[in-house]
């Protein structure tokens, strides 16, 4: 069982930058991809981006990218989310997740991280 661990999250001013860590811990991550989620007060979860964990295709959403950045140390069975040029919109709890397999979604979740972006 692969339990996951986010860490990084806090409070930034606007135009800041953060980074978000995620291990994968229990046993070595060898499954499909690596990502991020995020869920803002009042808003449903939104998918922000993932890796694939063999090559290094990522995907991300309209709304960060250019912004933010996945990578992965696979040594470290680790995924690191950098979010630079932050905007009050970017507050919410990130949650780090993987899977598997290429079926759509995400059947692994971490705890979840706090980001706070004030104006």
């Known amino acids: 069982q692969v339990q996951l661990v986010e860490s990084g999250g806090g409070l930034v001013q606007a135009g800041g930058s953060l980074r978000l860590s995620c291990a994968a811990s229990?046993?070595?991550?060898?499954?499909?991809?690596m990502g991020w989620f995020r869920q803002a007060p009042g808003k449903e979860r939104e998918f922000v981006g993932n890796i694939r964990w063999s090559g290094d295709t990522t995907s991300y959403a309209d709304s960060v990218k250019g912004r933010f950045t996945i990578s992965k140390d696979i040594a470290k069975n680790t995924v690191y989310l950098q979010m630079n040029s932050l905007k009050p919109d970017d507050t919410a709890v990130y949650y780090c997740?993987?899977?598997?397999?290429?079926?759509?979604?995400?059947?692994?979740w971490g705890q979840g991280t706090q980001v706070t972006v004030s104006s």
């Open positions: 997740v993987a899977k598997m397999s290429p079926i759509p979604g995400y059947n692994m």
């Open positions: 229990g046993r070595t991550f060898s499954g499909y991809a």
